[in-house]
């Protein structure tokens, strides 16, 4: 170029170049700030912005997010929910014992449910057999009009005749000896309305109902070594046993001999209750209580007193050790008198103040001929020298012991051997 030309140039060419140098140089620079910057974000961790929600314009219903719908979990059908009950494939082993144990208390409920209902069943079933045999035997006699049987001489056979009430028994359980009755003074409902059977054992009756069916309850039954108006051609071929004992279970809807439990634990039960009505299939009987006690079945001890197993007496002596005996033994004492050639009823069902050893019994005497029955019976008071079982003692560490020197009054002259 010429030095016209380059005297020519303006200085505002000068200014452009030198602005593009530093322009070039600062774009330079912008551009290295951007990269050290793209290089920075990829090192620091992102963060989100909030979101910000634009406020509503006025008069617009604001924008309604849609929301994410959960899955619903699909229901077990029944049988799934049942299967799941028991351990399955994939269950830990406390999942495992936790259904297991589970699993036994339910069979142990249900168990145990059945028992229960099936008790009770047979109870309402027994109660309900009871009352039809009583409407039977009481319908029949009533509608007897037969006059007692009497004898016409001192020392003469009494002629027997079997009555009516027995003969409809008779038809339905031919093993029947007679019908006990326990009443109220009061007027209430007998205690006791039941038939009393006898076979030739002391077991069977113990779960045999009436009818012969299979039940809990059992039936009350005869010793079977006792003799209790057994007739032939209308007379008794062999003597009534000076001591007849019945035998029934304890109940727990008072049924049978449940009821007798109440001699032990009310203290006017006694004065209510002090008789027993006990017809033979040919003659009516009534016995006046002199004595309720417990006994220790198993009892081998001094205290032992098996009085279920004395059938017979021979002579005096003998009478009146037992029946002082029993005496001293009973819960409360009366001023019913006992006299040699009285004859013994004695009933005997289980008690739990012993455990399964444990029985209580009511001893009764024969009312005499022309004697008031209840003479001597609503004047009863607590004993206050019990002689109790041993075992009694073991389990009532506390109990006043039976002091054999304490004053006693027996029954006969006191002068009996042994009595202990």
């Known amino acids: ?74 229901k077990k059908t029944l049988g799934q929910r049942i299967r799941g009950l028991f351990p399955e494939r994939g269950d830990s082993i406390l999942e495992r014992l936790r259904k297991l144990l589970f699993l036994g208390s339910l069979a142990a409920i249900v168990v145990c449910g059945y028992l229960v209902g099936d008790y009770y069943y047979a109870l309402f079933k027994n109660s309900r057999e009871n009352t039809i045999i009583n409407n039977i035997y009481w319908q029949n006699q009533e509608d007897d009009i037969r006059t007692p049987s009497v004898t016409s001489q001192p020392g003469e056979r009494e002629f027997l005749t079997m009555l009516a009430g027995a003969v409809t028994l008779k038809d339905i359980n031919p093993e029947v000896v007679g019908y006990m009755t326990i009443p109220s003074v009061d007027g209430s409902n007998p205690i006791v309305q039941l038939p009393v059977v006898q076979a030739t054992d002391n077991s069977k009756y113990l779960n045999t109902s009436f009818y012969g069916d299979e039940s809990i309850a059992g039936t009350l039954f005869l010793d079977w070594r006792n003799a209790y108006d057994k007739v032939v051609d209308n007379f008794r071929y062999v003597d009534n046993s000076d001591n007849i004992i019945v035998y029934g279970h304890n109940m727990a809807n008072d049924s049978m001999f449940g009821c007798l439990k109440y001699y032990q634990r009310n203290a006017d039960y006694y004065s209510n209750h002090p008789i027993i009505e006990f017809s033979s299939n040919y003659k009516n009987y009534t016995y006046k209580i002199f004595s309720f006690f417990i006994v220790d079945a198993a009892d081998d001890t001094d205290t032992k007193y098996d009085c279920w197993n004395t059938l017979d007496f021979n002579g005096s002596t003998e009478f009146y050790r037992f029946v002082n005996e029993a005496k001293r033994r009973s819960l409360r004492l009366n001023d019913v008198d006992v006299q040699y050639g009285d004859k013994l009823l004695t009933l005997s069902t289980c008690n739990t103040i012993l455990d399964k050893r444990g029985r209580l019994i009511v001893m009764a005497r024969l009312v005499r001929d022309g004697e008031d029955p209840y003479e001597g019976t609503q004047n009863s008071w607590a004993n206050p020298n019990i002689k109790w079982p041993s075992l009694y003692y073991e389990y009532n560490s506390g109990a006043q012991r039976y002091d054999p020197n304490a004053e006693f009054e027996p029954y006969g002259d006191g002068n009996e051997e042994n009595a202990g």
């Open 1 to 74: 170029m010429s030095d016209e030309n380059m005297n020519n140039t303006s200085p505002g060419s000068d200014i452009s170049r030198e602005d593009k140098i530093n322009a070039i140089k600062r774009a330079v620079q912008e551009q290295e700030k951007l990269e050290d910057a793209e290089r920075q974000s990829r090192q620091a961790p992102k963060k989100l912005a909030p979101l910000r929600q634009e406020p509503p314009v006025s008069g617009q219903a604001p924008v309604q997010r849609k929301k994410k719908k959960k899955k619903k979990k699909k």
